[in-house]
Protein backbone atom coordinates (compact mmCIF):
# COMPACT_ATOMS: atom_id res chain seq x y z
CA UNK A 1 0.00 0.00 0.00
CA UNK A 2 1.94 3.28 -0.97
CA UNK A 3 0.58 6.32 1.29
CA UNK A 4 0.72 9.89 -0.52
CA UNK A 5 1.81 12.45 1.66
CA UNK A 6 -0.79 14.92 2.04
CA UNK A 7 -0.49 18.49 4.26
CA UNK A 8 -3.91 19.52 4.96
CA UNK A 9 -4.53 23.08 4.55
CA UNK A 10 -6.24 25.69 7.18
CA UNK A 11 -9.56 25.10 5.32
CA UNK A 12 -9.03 20.90 5.36
CA UNK A 13 -8.63 21.18 9.04
CA UNK A 14 -11.51 23.48 9.64
CA UNK A 15 -13.47 21.32 7.20
CA UNK A 16 -12.56 18.28 9.52
CA UNK A 17 -12.90 19.85 12.73
CA UNK A 18 -16.69 20.75 11.40
CA UNK A 19 -17.20 17.99 9.96
CA UNK A 20 -16.57 16.28 13.33
CA UNK A 21 -18.69 17.87 15.56
CA UNK A 22 -21.73 17.81 13.17
CA UNK A 23 -21.29 14.10 14.20
CA UNK A 24 -20.51 13.95 17.60
CA UNK A 25 -23.63 17.03 17.78
CA UNK A 26 -25.77 14.32 15.76
CA UNK A 27 -24.60 11.83 18.81
CA UNK A 28 -25.59 14.07 21.39
CA UNK A 29 -28.91 14.84 20.20
CA UNK A 30 -30.17 11.34 18.80
CA UNK A 31 -31.71 10.10 22.58
CA UNK A 32 -33.15 13.40 23.28
CA UNK A 33 -34.76 13.64 19.68
CA UNK A 34 -35.61 9.92 19.11
CA UNK A 35 -36.28 8.19 22.55
CA UNK A 36 -37.19 11.75 24.88
CA UNK A 37 -34.10 10.86 26.97
CA UNK A 38 -31.55 13.22 28.11
CA UNK A 39 -28.69 14.95 26.14
CA UNK A 40 -25.23 13.26 25.85
CA UNK A 41 -22.95 15.77 27.46
CA UNK A 42 -19.67 13.73 26.85
CA UNK A 43 -20.64 13.78 23.00
CA UNK A 44 -21.91 17.75 23.06
CA UNK A 45 -18.30 18.26 25.04
CA UNK A 46 -16.54 16.70 22.47
CA UNK A 47 -18.70 18.15 19.67
CA UNK A 48 -17.66 21.81 21.14
CA UNK A 49 -14.25 21.34 21.70
CA UNK A 50 -14.22 19.99 17.71
CA UNK A 51 -16.28 22.74 16.30
CA UNK A 52 -13.97 25.67 18.56
CA UNK A 53 -10.73 24.25 17.35
CA UNK A 54 -12.41 24.05 14.07
CA UNK A 55 -13.18 27.71 13.55
CA UNK A 56 -10.29 29.24 16.47
CA UNK A 57 -7.45 27.06 15.99
CA UNK A 58 -7.84 24.76 12.84
CA UNK A 59 -3.85 23.66 12.49
CA UNK A 60 -4.51 22.31 16.56
CA UNK A 61 -6.37 19.58 14.57
CA UNK A 62 -3.43 18.21 12.31
CA UNK A 63 -2.21 15.33 14.10
CA UNK A 64 -5.36 13.98 15.02
CA UNK A 65 -6.43 14.56 10.85
CA UNK A 66 -3.74 12.65 10.25
CA UNK A 67 -4.17 9.41 12.35
CA UNK A 68 -7.59 10.33 11.04
CA UNK A 69 -6.32 9.79 7.49
CA UNK A 70 -4.47 7.03 8.17
CA UNK A 71 -6.87 4.63 9.23
CA UNK A 72 -9.14 5.34 6.22
CA UNK A 73 -6.13 4.66 3.78
CA UNK A 74 -6.30 1.14 5.84
CA UNK A 75 -9.69 0.80 5.69
CA UNK A 76 -9.84 1.78 1.72
CA UNK A 77 -7.41 -0.98 1.32
CA UNK A 78 -9.70 -3.57 3.31
CA UNK A 79 -12.74 -3.18 1.97
CA UNK A 80 -10.88 -2.90 -2.12
CA UNK A 81 -9.69 -6.14 -0.99
CA UNK A 82 -13.08 -7.19 -0.29
CA UNK A 83 -14.93 -5.80 -3.34
CA UNK A 84 -12.46 -7.00 -5.68
CA UNK A 85 -12.33 -10.50 -4.05
CA UNK A 86 -16.22 -10.72 -4.39
CA UNK A 87 -15.79 -9.46 -8.16
Known amino acids: ?22 VFL ?3 VWPLVIHGESLRVWASLIAGTFGA ?14 VWMKIGEKLGWINSRIILSLL
Open 26 to 28: IVA
Open 53 to 66: MGMLFPKGLGPLHR
Open 1 to 22: MTSTIHQPTAKDLRSFGLLMAG
